[in-house]
């Protein structure tokens, strides 16, 4: 309890005044200051729930994943930043929470994820891309039913059906996310809902609308939900409330066994004795709202604002060739 | 307590008079049996005035001119006891069906509805008879005795509660053996074994000089049960009017269907929405009244004979197709089937709308039927400890809302297929499954969240518990294991500093089950490879700018194939390999088709 030392002119002695009794004085002595609160009184925000993100490394550096919050995980193409989802999805299905992971550009891989451990059973996966209208499903299904009749090959019409998906804009498919994304969250129970925007590109990242961000935090606040965005760069700015940043370098494995680090060294002339072994993922806290973890609390406690010393920690996937 | 019976005698002739009404007049037999060997099955009066008799062969009857032979027809029977029953349950709800040709009224407390028990009686065989049926009706205390007396007196009878041996004396011995008629041709063994029971029986009455009912009453009790057994004091029980048993009544299985037929056909679907809304709340309160819910929804929209302009809301008629003058329509059928029993009108409405803003029907709307397939309701509570999940009701709506917005076949559950076939996964409906344990999921949150909204005490507790039974989940990759280098525990119980050592390339701590994932690009890009020695040393793609120039690093190739057994058979060779890019190396999984040639990217290492 905040307290202080204040000269009573009655008494003329020091008496020991608390903070409330300082707030009635200043308001008595300063009428213009009586609807003002002081900070002392403000409340505290409570500490939020963390879940385990998957990542050991990213528990101890960060606390692991926040509840009724948005962490970003941000990354270049080949930076681990899937690989950190389906580690988090893996864990929270396994915690027998259900999970929606909505798929901007249709990239997730249903065999690395049931390699990473993640059970399907409790996973919502929202493919975002096809050109769906009703009028349009009825003319497609008209022109498959009109193709049938006649004898066509069906690979035309599955041509077809691909020439149109890639025509898709991109904005479109981000559109159908976001819309996605909200109703997800409005529907609530969902112990982790995920939006991949991974493979969109960083013009098209930064035009997502801040007010959505916005609503979508809002949406999850004192829920159990974690909001788990993954982009090219940071997009969600202060709506998220962990940022990270991912970036690796891919180790392969040579026929002697020896381990190398690619990029390090000219390819080797021989293909077939190397194997991809996996990633070695660096990750980075670019701001935290909130740090559970020992390491980074000393560095960024409730402040909301890049670290002032950079809070690293690594960890290495495994690819799913090497058994 | 009094009871009511409609006997219909000769209830095969009568179902097939009923059909075809101008053979009241003529003597009319019903034959069973395949052609060459068939029989009289049932004869009417008049049939029977001119000696035909039930058993006789076809060949027999055709010296008797007038004689209408028809099949026995087990439809006409069906829909003739139907609207017997009906007729029936429009006087009592509780009604026993007893036979094809037998049913039993309760007719306690009707005096209020309808008048005297003798009324009643006369009302019904008025209403029978307008239905085409001729039958007998007798009322009496006892249900059998009703029933023995409709069986044995034609027309009404009625008998007054005491006068049951009395009246029911004049009765010949056979009214006890007589049996209903099923709707169809009864071979069982049992049929034949009762059959030959009573014909044993009755061969021995009349042995005795039993004709008549009365007779049979008037013998000793004792010294019956010595000759026939228990079965023989039943039958002079019945002979007495002296049994009692409760009625069986018939429990129709309840429907959960509206049907409104429109004035003027519908063109778009809000209004539509307000007819539902209110055919829904009628079947949903129905469906509570009986304690029941619903899994599945069926909605036929019968459409008028028009089409829509693709373009808008205009209705052409088309009228009169000289093609096909008789084609008829068929009815626009969604069915909505639920994860889960369910009953929110409101639910099934919103859900019903997205469905039909999905797949509109095409025409203008008719007439509207609704069914509902009741079931139980789920009873499922919920534990405190347990993961969060979605509300079915609300999870429904938010999947049919995504669907709207994405497509149907791109939401929900991915599995796998035995196949090494590219893109070897279904999409299934995304129904997740309840929790299994409280404690196992208790014991997560304890041991990977310190701050779990647990009492701080209540945490420690358990913590400790875990601690000294050592019940902590190492083999799952989310807790902790013990050769943590780092020292950090989610318990709180290490105390030691921790040391943030970052893992050695190698070390399986934290890596065991952390998969290097693979972004499918969908389509694969096609792409151009420079060979050299053999591999790829050059990319170039069009339509990805970022994925060309100089190899860096390549592994592989891994070679594949299957299906070759079948028409879409398919080889590959794999390659995975680096690129340098702007923002550092990125990795990709490139494929060459044997069977076609050209090169593919079909994702990439992330």
Redesign the interface.
């Known amino acids: 309890m905040f307290s202080s030392w204040v000269c009573d002119p009655a008494l003329g002695r020091p008496v020991d005044w608390r903070c409330e009794d300082i707030a009635g004085f200043v308001s008595t002595a300063f009428p213009k200051l009586a609807g003002v609160v002081p900070a002392s009184r403000l409340e505290v925000r409570p500490a939020p729930e963390m879940a385990p993100s998957g990542v050991p490394e990213l528990d101890a550096l960060a606390g692991g994943l926040l509840r009724g919050h948005l962490t970003e995980v941000c990354g270049a193409a080949s930076s681990g930043r899937t690989s950190m989802l389906l580690a988090a999805l893996a864990a929270a299905t396994q915690r027998q929470e259900a999970c929606a992971l909505v798929d901007v550009s249709d990239a997730f891989d249903p065999a690395s994820a049931a390699a990473a451990g993640v059970d399907f059973g409790r996973l919502l996966w929202v493919r975002c891309g096809k050109t769906f209208s009703p009028q349009r499903h009825r003319d497609t299904e008209k022109n498959k039913k009109s193709e049938m009749r006649e004898g066509h090959d069906f690979s035309r019409a599955e041509k077809r059906a691909k020439f149109q998906r890639a025509l898709a804009p991109e904005g479109a498919k981000t559109e159908q996310a976001l819309r996605a994304v909200d109703l997800l969250l409005q529907s609530g129970g969902f112990g982790l809902v995920a939006m991949d925007l991974g493979d969109v590109s960083v013009k098209l990242a930064r035009r997502v609308p801040l007010t959505s961000w916005f609503r979508f935090q809002r949406a999850v606040e004192n829920t159990p939900t974690i909001l788990f965005a993954v982009t090219p760069v940071p997009c969600a700015q202060n709506c998220a409330a962990l940022l990270l940043r991912v970036q690796s370098s891919v180790v392969s494995r040579q026929s002697s066994g020896k381990l190398s680090a690619i990029g390090s060294h000219l390819s080797e002339k021989l293909a077939h004795t190397q194997i991809l072994e996996g990633f070695r993922v660096e990750g980075e806290i670019l701001r935290s709202r909130f740090s559970g973890g020992r390491i980074a609390r000393s560095f960024t406690s409730r402040v909301e604002r890049k670290p002032v010393q950079s809070v690293t920690a690594a960890f290495t996937t495994k690819a799913v060739r090497t058994g | 307590m009094p009871f009511a019976c409609i006997f219909v005698p000769d209830f095969p002739v009568q179902a097939v008079l009923r059909a075809e009404p101008g053979l009241r007049s003529q003597p009319v037999a019903v034959l069973e049996g395949k052609t060459p060997l068939q029989k009289v099955f049932a004869v009417n009066e008049k049939a029977r005035r001119i000696g035909v008799e039930p058993g006789m062969p076809r060949l027999q009857l055709e010296e008797c001119g007038d004689l209408a032979l028809r099949p026995r027809s087990s439809l006409a029977e069906e829909d003739a006891h139907a609207t017997l029953l009906e007729c029936a349950q429009t006087f009592s709800p509780r009604v026993e069906d007893d036979a094809c040709d037998t049913l039993l009224l309760d007719l306690a407390g009707l005096e209020a509805l309808f008048g005297p028990p003798p009324k009643i009686a006369h009302d019904l065989r008025r209403r029978v008879s307008e239905l085409g049926v001729e039958a007998n009706v007798a009322v009496a205390a006892n249900a059998d005795t009703a029933v023995l007396a409709a069986r044995g007196f034609s027309g009404v009878t009625v008998i007054p509660e005491g006068q049951e041996a009395e009246r029911l004396g004049s009765l010949p011995v056979d009214v006890l053996f007589m049996r209903g008629h099923g709707f169809q041709p009864s071979h069982s063994p049992d049929g034949a074994s009762e059959a030959q029971d009573a014909a044993r029986l009755l061969e021995i009455l009349e042995r005795w000089g039993i004709h008549d009912l009365r007779s049979l009453a008037a013998l000793p009790e004792v010294a019956l049960s010595e000759r026939l057994g228990q079965r023989g004091v039943f039958l002079q029980q019945l002979a007495r009017g002296a049994t009692f048993r409760d009625l069986v009544p018939v429990e129709e299985p309840p429907v959960f269907e509206k049907t409104i037929e429109l004035e003027y056909p519908l063109v778009l679907l809000e209004p539509l929405a307000f007819v539902l809304s209110q055919l829904l709340q009628e079947i949903c309160a129905r469906l509570a009244a009986y304690a029941l819910a619903t899994q599945e929804l069926t909605l036929q929209l019968e459409l008028a004979d028009g089409h829509f302009d693709?373009t808008g809301t205009d209705c052409v008629e088309t009228g009169f197709h000289p093609a096909q003058p008789n084609e008829t329509r068929q009815p626009f059928t969604r069915i909505l089937h639920l994860p889960v029993p369910l009953l929110d009108p409101k639910v099934f409405l919103k859900l019903l709308q997205l469905d039909l803003?999905?797949?509109?029907p095409?025409a203008p709307i008719r007439k509207i039927h609704l069914t509902a397939k009741p079931t139980r309701p789920g009873a499922a509570q919920s534990g405190l400890f347990?993961?969060?999940?979605?509300?079915p009701e609300?999870?429904e709506?938010?999947?049919a809302?995504?669907a709207?917005?994405?497509?149907s076949d791109?939401?929900?559950?991915?599995?796998?297929l035995d196949t090494h076939r590219r893109e070897?996964?279904n999409?299934q409906r995304?129904a997740?499954?309840e929790?299994?344990t409280a404690a196992?999921?208790t014991t997560?949150v304890v041991l990977?969240?310190?701050?779990?909204?647990l009492p701080s005490q209540a945490k420690r507790k358990i913590c400790s518990c875990l601690e000294s039974e050592k019940v902590a989940d190492f083999s799952?990759?989310?807790a902790?294991?013990n050769d943590?280098p780092?020292g950090?525990s989610?318990c709180g119980t290490t105390e030691a500093a921790?040391s943030?050592k970052?893992?050695s390339?190698?070390?399986a701590?934290?890596?065991h089950?952390?998969?290097?994932?693979?972004?499918?690009?969908?389509?694969p890009v096609r792409a151009v490879l420079t060979i050299r020695?053999?591999?790829p040393a050059h990319i170039m793609c069009s339509k990805r700018e970022?994925m060309q120039g100089e190899?860096?690093?390549?592994?592989?190739?891994?070679r594949s194939s299957g299906d070759w057994w079948e028409h879409e058979g398919w080889a590959r060779d794999e390659?995975?390999i680096?690129v340098?890019?702007k923002?550092?190396?990125?990795?990709y999984r490139l494929v060459r088709n044997l069977l076609g040639g050209e090169w593919l990217v079909e994702?990439?290492?992330?």
């Open positions: 693709d803003n999905a797949n509109p095409g347990l993961p969060p999940s979605p509300e609300k999870l709506l938010t999947l809302r995504i709207g917005v994405v497509g791109h939401v929900g559950s991915p599995e796998l070897g996964f999409m995304f997740p499954r929790p299994e196992k999921s997560s990977l969240n310190g701050k779990s909204g799952s990759p989310l902790p294991r943590n780092s950090l989610f921790p943030l970052l893992p390339f190698g070390n701590q934290g890596a089950n952390l998969v290097t994932a693979l972004r499918i690009f969908r389509p020695d053999g591999k970022t190899i860096l690093w390549t592994a592989g190739p891994w390659w995975d680096a340098q890019e923002s550092g190396i990125a990795l994702g990439s290492y992330d």
